[in-house]
């Protein structure tokens, strides 16, 4: 896997593939928003989200709990 590393000002944008495109919102201080326009059976999880119940199922899995729904 490459990062791409993209350089934008606030009411800028970029494209990933054809149909998703990524505004910068907002710059204030140390934070960054941003708006993700994409269709809507595209699935966008914030990435902590993520590794949070990654370690669930992983202790879950641990302790002999049946897995119920993977990510």
């Given at each position: 896997?490459?990062?791409?590393?993209?350089s934008?000002?606030?009411?800028?944008?970029?494209?990933?593939?054809?149909?998703?495109?990524?505004?910068v919102?907002?710059?204030?201080?140390?934070?960054?928003?941003?708006?993700?326009?994409?269709?809507?059976?595209?699935?966008?999880?914030?990435?902590?989200?993520i590794?949070?119940?990654?370690?669930?199922?992983?202790?879950?899995?641990?302790l002999?709990?049946m897995?119920?729904?993977?990510?």
């Amino acid at each position: 896997m490459t990062l791409l590393v993209i350089s934008r000002k606030s009411d800028e944008s970029f494209f990933i593939g054809d149909d998703i495109e990524v505004v910068v919102l907002d710059i204030t201080n140390n934070k960054i928003k941003i708006g993700i326009n994409a269709p809507g059976d595209v699935k966008i999880v914030r990435k902590e989200l993520i590794e949070t119940q990654k370690a669930n199922l992983d202790s879950a899995n641990s302790l002999g709990i049946m897995q119920i729904e993977n990510i």
